[in-house]
């Protein structure tokens, strides 16, 4: 079974912005729900955004129009681009991937392959 690492995470402040990459150990998860998910202290995990197979995305309202996630089937790599970062997206953020499913889930327990995590920190 393959993992996924993230990187990218830090430390901004409100208004900055920064990118968080997933990269996949197989090449064939491109072909199955990618999605990203955060959690922060008390709160339950979410689903921030997600990318089908064939490229279909999907955000959580509260991130559409800043977050904007891509993948990079050459690279096997998952990445999402947060602008405009508040206080509230101050989280640990996690990459995942649910196979065989139609059409991407939102929960996690669909997901069965899940990266370590990576934490966010906006400041305001």
């Known amino acids: 079974q393959g993992h996924l690492v993230e990187s990218g995470g830090g430390s901004v402040q409100a208004g900055g912005s920064l990118r968080l990459s997933c ?18 202290p008390g709160k339950e995990r979410e689903r921030v955004a997600v990318i089908s197979g064939d490229g279909g995305t999907t955000y959580a309202d509260s991130v559409k129009g800043r977050f904007t996630i891509s993948k990079d ?12 970062l508040k206080p509230e997206d101050t989280a640990m953020y996690y990459c995942a ?3 065989d499913v139609w059409p991407c889930p939102p929960h996690r327990v669909a997901y069965a392959i899940w990266g370590q995590g990576t934490q966010v ?4």
């Open 23 to 40: 990269a996949a150990s197989a090449d064939t998860y491109s072909n199955y729900c990618m999605a990203w998910f955060r959690q922060a």
């Open 97 to 99: 991937v649910a196979f």
């Open 73 to 84: 089937n050459a690279e096997n790599t998952v990445n999402l681009q947060m602008n405009s």
């Open 121 to 124: 920190t906006v400041s305001s």
